[in-house]
């Protein structure tokens, strides 16, 4: 197995993922808290180019970007649980939805959260719009990929508990059960698993964070 190494932040959700990939192959690793307002040279080191967390050290070699690190992950130690499907189209089909998060769904969630006016109601329509494609890929299935939990549920993890964060810190909801069946049963299934639900952030924490954020774009 060799020696592995997380760098992450204790609230980034990038990072999370990781730890949940981790965890479910039975990985044991070290984790490195980074304060991103006073980067480590060795986050510099690893990961020059874009300078942010997560970074898996594994043998002292760095792997960058939480997708790339769990593609990783799931072929490094291929002999416990798959996360990702095997068949090559089901497998382009979770990348497509990997990028799908991370380059519009998520940013355009917190563009929501953080923004105010026009700019808010327009995010908002966005966001809906998004959660709507999501709802839609649910049906009829018990987790993203079918019947067991996968390398896509880890990667929309963010969406089991950052709307109630902010439903709690900010006061918007956006995921009630009459609208987005699918995706709160699939909530549920999601943070019963226990390797989920023990390692979840820190909520009164996060709630004191996005306290912050939200202040300091007003």
């Known amino acids: 197995m060799g020696e592995v190494k997380l760098f992450r932040t204790w609230s980034s959700s990038f990072a999370l993922r990781i730890v949940w990939a981790l965890k479910m192959k039975g990985v044991e690793y070290e984790s490195i808290y980074e304060d991103l307002s006073n980067k ?84 908002k329509q966005k966001t809906l719009e998004n959660l709507k494609l999501l709802e839609e890929h649910l049906k009829g299935k018990k987790f993203f990929g079918g019947e067991t939990i996968g390398f896509l549920d880890l990667v929309f993890g963010w969406l089991a508990y950052c709307p109630d964060l902010m439903k709690k810190a900010v006061n918007l909801e956006l995921l009630d059960e009459e609208t987005f069946p699918n995706i709160c049963t699939w909530k549920g299934r999601f943070c019963d698993i226990p390797v989920i639900k023990e390692n979840m952030p820190d909520e009164e924490a996060l709630i004191l964070l996005i306290h912050q954020m939200a202040s300091a774009t007003k």
């Open 40 to 123: 480590s040279s060795l986050l510099l080191k690893y990961n020059p180019i874009h300078k942010k967390v997560p970074v898996l050290l594994h043998n002292g070699i760095p792997i960058c970007e939480s997708l790339v690190i769990m593609e990783y992950i799931d072929e490094m130690w291929n002999e416990t649980t798959r996360l990702s499907p095997e068949d090559p189209l089901a497998k382009a089909t979770a990348r497509f939805w990997g990028k799908f998060s991370d380059e519009q769904a998520l940013p355009q969630f917190f563009h929501y959260c953080m923004s105010h006016g026009k700019d808010q109601v327009e995010a």
